[in-house]
């Protein structure tokens, strides 16, 4: 799919299409500085000089002005893709991007694929692969606290905290290697002993890493805030006070809410979809109208999807069964109609608005949001996790190995642990691997 030689020239809109202020049009690669005096032509005869914008007009193949321009020069490596990249600036006329494009083809330029520049610059060791994972991060951010910690790892925060624990493998692998190298040479007790220490320090940073995974990955990706009670016990009045406007339809009759029901909202810096679902009954007591029947069974499906699932019990009534769920957080509502609450228990009035803020604190606790300092560097994608993951197994099997397996076992898995960490970076991946990270990219970037 891409191409890894970087032997074409790519082109790319690296702006939203349709009409707008401006337009900038990207061309990255080998012939770019080329091309760019083809098609711009400098209001001043002189050379081209690098990181300088230049106002000119882009011409067509006829020598027609296309449109008054701005052309700015960044030469490899030191540009974003590593290699000569050229950035026009044009009217965000749609009719222009398409001639100055169509005139790019013409010349031999390639359509970029999604995330293509991005990926030269990790092909060119511009930036490692955790970092370019986190450009993507940065350009859906929803919260200010998703974009502040994508800004992090875009600075290779990740790379920083697990560089260490690669020390750790590389000075225990020269430790064993050179023990293969001298098989009389037995490792003693003691450097057993010292190399089971570093495997514990190794695997004590990898913990400390994914810790915060979860967290990461509910920044960049949102998370899921289910409703969760009996019929008219106020979680569509709830929803409406947590997303700020009138998403769900309110009534007194019960039953109203039949299906699942989805609005955004930011909660203490996590951008989080509020789930509405219909009122839980027994479905053995009493007739249940089909519908009602269908929506309770996808009630109950939500709840193996939530990351929260937030009990609503009107308050003065008996507390609603929670669900299975891995975080349950119980909650009364209508507290505006009954004699206060005891401290110890959360309530809120949806209409007064009274309890909400609390309620917004303890989501954000359960989410792990209240959790994230500012220099933490988390990690923001499922792959990440995955990796890091597999190398903890990999430490953990090392460090069973030097208990009584051959010394060749033990250099094996740390191989391995030193493998997935290279993988984390890009210093040693597939093409498979490039292709599930970039696809998600929007084209230009």
Same mark, same amino acid.
């Given at each position: 799919m891409f191409d890894l030689h970087q032997r074409d020239t790519i082109c790319a809109l690296a702006t939203p299409r349709g009409r707008s202020a401006i337009a900038v049009v990207r061309l990255s690669g080998p012939r770019a500085f080329a091309w760019r005096d083809l098609i711009f032509r400098r209001r001043r005869i002189a050379a081209c000089p690098a990181f300088v914008a230049l106002r000119g007009?882009?011409?067509?193949?006829?020598?027609?002005?296309v449109d008054d321009a701005v052309c700015t020069s960044f030469p490899g490596p030191r540009s974003y893709s590593g290699e000569d990249l050229v950035e026009l600036s044009l009217h965000g006329s749609p009719l222009v991007v398409?001639?100055?494009?169509?005139?790019?083809?013409?010349? +031999?330029?390639?359509?970029?694929?999604? +995330?293509?520049?991005?990926?030269?610059?990790?092909?060119?060791?511009?930036?490692?692969?955790?970092?370019?994972?986190?450009?993507?991060?940065?350009?859906?951010s929803k919260t200010a606290a998703a974009l502040f910690a994508a800004q992090r790892a875009l600075r290779g925060g990740l790379a920083d905290a697990v560089a260490p624990?690669?020390?750790?493998?590389?000075?225990?692998?020269?430790?064993?290697?050179?023990?293969?190298d001298f098989p009389d040479d037995e490792l003693g007790l003691a450097s057993r002993d010292a190399l089971r220490a570093q495997l514990g320090a190794a695997a004590a940073g990898l913990d400390d890493v994914l810790q915060g995974a979860q967290r990461g990955r509910r920044l960049s990706e949102g998370a899921r805030v289910l409703l969760y009670g009996a019929p008219n016990a106020g979680k569509s009045t709830l929803l409406n006070a947590l997303v700020g406007h009138e998403r769900a339809l309110v009534h007194d009759e019960p039953g109203t809410t039949r299906d699942v029901l989805e609005a955004e909202a930011e909660i203490e810096g996590v951008a989080v979809v509020v789930v509405d679902v219909a009122g839980i009954r027994d479905p053995l007591t009493g007739d249940l109208h089909p519908v009602e029947r269908a929506g309770i069974a996808r009630a109950l499906s939500e709840v193996k999807k939530a990351d929260v699932v937030v009990v609503v019990t009107p308050a003065g009534t008996t507390p609603f069964p929670p669900p299975l769920a891995a975080c349950v957080l119980p909650v009364c509502s209508k507290i505006d109609l009954v004699e206060p609450l005891p401290a110890s228990t959360l309530g809120v009035s949806a209409l007064s608005g009274a309890g909400l803020p609390e309620l917004r604190a303890a989501i954000a606790r359960a989410l792990g949001a209240a959790c994230v300092d500012d220099d933490e560097s988390l990690v923001q994608t499922a792959r990440q996790e995955h990796t890091l993951r597999e190398c903890r197994g990999a430490v953990e099997e090392a460090s069973r190995s030097l208990k009584d397996a051959p010394d060749e076992v033990v250099c094996s898995e740390l191989r391995r642990a030193a493998r997935c960490l290279d993988r984390l970076l890009g210093k040693d991946v597939s093409a498979d691997v490039l292709e599930l990270v970039f696809t998600r990219f929007c084209i230009g970037k």
């Open positions: 007009d882009v011409v067509d193949a006829d020598d027609r002005v398409d001639l100055v494009m169509k005139r790019l083809l013409e010349l +031999g330029a390639r359509p970029a694929e999604p +995330g293509e520049l991005t990926l030269r610059a990790v092909l060119n060791q511009r930036i490692d692969l955790a970092s370019a994972e986190a450009v993507d991060v940065v350009v859906a624990i690669r020390a750790i493998f590389v000075d225990a692998l020269a430790e064993l290697e050179a023990r293969l």
